[in-house]
């Protein structure tokens, strides 16, 4: 089988297996994508859901492992190379709720690197609510 084709077959299978198990849900594949596609594709998927859950689904067999910085590879504007995608920056255009299904080598690279990321985040929004208090308290 032809690259272009597998990729669209296994693109095909994956939507028609979460279709069986959410038949209502909206399901939006992009296949190979640019980092402009994605990030435009998970806003408009955030828009759409409101406050429901946003499924993201990552399919990175065939492209580089992921960084240590636990980025993910996505297509340049030409297609001519891949580029590291950062959790920092997919979580900020998806939003919350989401679900993320990491399908790649090293997958475990993106999870530690994530937690560390949402960790880091919890602290910030605990210091900015200590200085909002302390705030309305003087």
């Keep these: 089988m032809q ?3 597998a990729l669209e077959t296994i693109g095909k299978n994956l939507q028609a297996q979460y279709e069986r198990w959410q038949p209502r849900a909206k ?3 992009h296949l190979d994508p640019t980092m402009d596609d994605v990030k435009k594709l998970c806003v408009s998927c955030r828009r759409t859901a409101k406050n429901e859950r946003v499924l993201f689904h ?3 067999h065939g492209v580089p492992r992921p960084t ?3 980025e993910i590879w996505v ?3 030409r297609y001519t190379q891949y580029i590291p995608l950062s959790m920092y920056e997919l979580q900020s255009w998806m939003g919350t709720p989401c679900i993320y299904v990491l399908d790649c080598s090293a997958a475990g690279l993106i999870i530690n690197n994530f937690k560390a990321m949402i960790e880091q985040r919890q602290q910030q929004l605990a210091l900015q609510q200590q200085q909002q ?3 309305a308290a003087a």
């Design 68 to 70: 240590v910085n636990g």
């Design 3 to 5: 690259p272009a084709k």
């Design 58 to 60: 990552y399919n990175g």
């Design 27 to 29: 399901y939006k594949m």
């Design 133 to 135: 208090q302390a705030a």
């Design 75 to 77: 297509f340049n504007s």
